[in-house]
């Protein structure tokens, strides 16, 4: 058993552009129990499929499976800027994050809010999450 405590960012669902500037995004999770109840879904999800041999070659880990693969939480602020799916993008024309001038990827990662999820490596289930209080954070 080994606790760990990592960082996740809620992918960027809207971005408003004003001008030469990016003026607000929204987050697809913007509060603890919403992250929460997401988490718990993607834990039955592999849960499921380990259960169903799906995982076997390797057990699915906390990080790869639950976070990466099923969530809309990204581990840093680079990969929500870097997320490939489709975002509504106003005021510019493209419809991801990436797409838009170093600037605004610059202004969007610095709106970004995110929590700390503090899991049991062992017990997925076991988990908390908190908000990261400093916007300055990875």
Known sequence: MSIEKITAFPEITLAVVEGENLVSITQGYYDIDK???HIQTCIG???KYEKMGYYNLAQPEFISEVITT???LEVSKKDVIRAN???EITGYECNR???LPDQMKVEASQM??????TYDTDNWEDFSVEPIEDKASS
């Open 35 to 37: 992250v929460t109840k």
């Open 45 to 47: 999800m592999v849960r």
């Open 70 to 72: 099923f969530t809309n």
């Open 85 to 87: 799916n489709f975002m």
């Open 97 to 99: 994050v990436w797409q």
């Open 112 to 117: 970004l809010h995110g929590f700390y999820i």
